[in-house]
């Protein structure tokens, strides 16, 4: 039996561990000389670091949170809580989540029973508290916490699942025989197509990160100099009234990175300021914060 027919074989089980398929699949992908697949597969075990883009089925989602409210008379526990009059970014921030941890963990929580709970510290209380229009009149926020249910960690394991078959079967249908060995010349030219479309799926767009990076370089921007800034990220894709908020957040910070251009990076990677190129927020996050980072000295 070939690597290919035993991946076929063994993806649609559940029963079956993902980890170990995605290895079986890196052995099919060394050998074919296919380094996306070969570095889609190392991050879906490792992890994605804050600074990789992310599948789509991995992609941020909202989710709702509940509370526990309470005074001297009484308690109020697993109160969902309102989303009314929060910022676009303290909404993304508390009542959602990308999921960045390895294929593992995600497994592991796909097993479980109920929902998967990511806690609230003390200050997201406080925000939340600060910006929030409908509240328990007389009681305190003591705890929250977001509400993930064990059905989103079964999407995005049998999404995975899903991609190994269908790239298994793309390349079975090129040759059977492909990652018994290293492939010749003849087929890489089939088996790159195969890794394109595959790129394609998994992203949503046929340039990942890395291709951010690229045009990124092409744009020059000098220390200090806050026009050669505004310029480059013009080119970007940034609207005039969005330009002007990063100019207004540079000037109030032009030594050191604080909150405002902190924000204003969040604001891009939560979409609420857009690029005008085909990239997800967090590559348009990743590009702005390297021009950031290059007025700063430190790109």
């Not at 699942?161 to 890489?188: F, H, Q």
């Not at 609420?272 to 790109?299: D, R």
């Amino acid at each position: 039996m070939t690597q290919l027919s035993q991946l076929i074989d063994l993806a649609p089980d559940d029963s079956g561990s993902i980890t170990s398929i995605l290895l079986r699949l890196k052995i099919v992908a060394s050998r074919i000389k296919a380094t996306e697949i070969v570095q889609w597969v190392n991050k879906e075990l490792e992890g994605y670091s804050n600074d990789d883009e992310l599948p789509k089925y991995r992609a941020h989602r909202s989710f709702p949170a509940r509370g526990l409210w309470a005074n001297p008379v009484r308690t109020l526990d697993n109160a969902e809580l309102s989303t009314m009059g929060l910022e676009d970014r303290v909404r993304e921030a508390l009542f959602g989540t990308s999921f960045r941890q390895p294929v593992k963990e995600l497994e592991k929580f796909s097993e479980g029973e109920g929902a998967a709970r990511i806690s609230w510290d003390p200050q997201d209380i406080t925000i939340y508290l600060s910006q929030v229009q409908m509240k328990m009149e007389y009681m305190e926020l003591i705890s929250a916490a977001t509400h993930i249910p064990v059905g989103t960690f079964q999407g995005i394991i049998s999404n995975i699942r899903s991609k190994v078959i269908d790239l298994a079967l793309e390349l079975e249908s090129i040759d059977p025989e492909l990652g018994e060995t290293s492939i010749g010349t003849d087929m890489e030219e089939k088996v790159n197509q195969v890794v394109q479309n595959f790129t394609f799926n998994v992203y949503g767009t046929g340039n990942n990160i890395g291709a951010g990076k690229e045009f990124t370089q092409n744009l020059t921007v000098k220390v200090n100099d806050v026009s050669s800034l505004i310029t480059a990220a013009g080119k970007l894709g940034l609207t005039e009234e969005e330009l002007q908020e990063l100019q207004d957040a540079i000037l109030d910070e032009p030594q050191k990175q604080g909150t405002k251009v902190t924000r204003f990076i969040e604001r891009v990677k939560t979409g609420v300021v857009g690029l005008g190129l085909n990239v997800s927020a967090e590559v348009a996050a990743s590009q702005i914060t390297q021009l950031i980072n290059a007025y700063y000295g430190a790109g």
